[in-house]
Each structure stands twice: as C-alpha cells, then as structure tokens.
C-alpha cells in the first residue's frame, strides 16, 4: 500500500502549469514544509521539518492554484511516486514526490492570517470548495464554533 498523510505549511505560492492538448489539465507544484515530531534542537542548526514536493493534478490543482498560498496550513493525503530523468550534464538525478489525492485547509482563514484570537481549527475539504470560496455560514468564525447545518441529526453528532 502506497499512502500518505502530510500536515504542514506550504514554503511558497504554488506553480501553475497547464498541460497542452484536446482538454487542458491544471498541474500545481508546491512545497510543504512538515515539522519532525520529537526532541527539537534547533540551537545546534538541526533541521525541525522536511520540505516535501507535492504535486496536484486537475481539479486539485485548480484548487491548490484558487485557494492556497505561501503560510496556508494544509492536509494532503496522497502516494509517494518516485522517477528519474538525465539533466542536460548527462547526469541521472532521482526524484520522489507525493502525488495529491486529497487536500483540505487544517486552520481557519483568520489562524492562518495571524489572527491571535482565533482558535478555531476547521477543516475545508475540496469539494466545499468547488463552487465558492471557503466560507464560514453563520456564528462569528472568530469564537471557534462554526454552526451545525440543518438536517444533521443529533444522534449522529459525538457528544451530548
């Protein structure tokens, strides 16, 4: 099984290609920086995260090209592809890179923007996303409570 799962800040705006032909394809790159769990020692210049190479293919990356931006905290879920090519020195350089298959915001828009107050953590996943900008519906986003939608039923919530 070839699966991932990432939580981390992007390290720049993503790069937008399209591919050429009959119907167009939106191809985002971007980097995520993922900090290391464990003894952090950063007063000896040791690394605390891993700068990761993500690719989003389509919709995703038409996604990742509308909605993220350098800082923007993300989840991705996806697999590790690996290949190899010869540079223009005739050398073969190696790359791996994790191919998106999923990707949601893992803080609001008003964490993500420095807002201090805010301790919200929600998560917007693609396809809230399709349509319109990922908003908050109803409440004040800034008081950490987003509103329960009409039609979920109590039962099915996890607590009383």
């Not at 990761?52 to 996604?63: K, L, S, W, Y």
């Not at 923007?72 to 994790?98: A, C, F, L, P």
């Not at 900008?133 to 409440?139: D, E, I, R, T």
């Amino acid at each position: 099984m070839n699966k991932v799962i990432l939580c981390g800040r992007l390290t720049r705006d993503p790069e937008i290609r399209y591919s050429q032909g009959e119907r167009q394809m939106a191809i985002a790159r971007y980097t995520l920086a993922v900090d290391r769990r464990g003894r952090r020692n950063a007063q000896e210049g040791e690394q605390t995260a891993d700068f990761i190479p993500c690719v989003a293919f389509d919709r995703m990356g038409e996604f990742a090209e509308k909605y993220l931006r350098q800082g923007t905290k993300v989840i991705v879920t996806g697999r590790i592809q690996t290949g190899s090519y010869t540079n223009r020195d005739g050398q073969k350089v190696y790359t791996t890179e994790v191919i998106v298959e999923e990707q949601e915001f893992a803080e609001s828009r008003n964490a993500s923007q420095g807002n201090a107050g805010s301790t919200f953590s929600g998560n917007f996943q693609e396809r809230e996303a399709k349509s319109h900008a990922p908003s908050f519906q109803g409440g004040d986003p800034g008081d950490g409570f987003m509103n329960i939608p009409d039609g979920v039923e109590d039962e099915g919530l996890p607590f009383n």
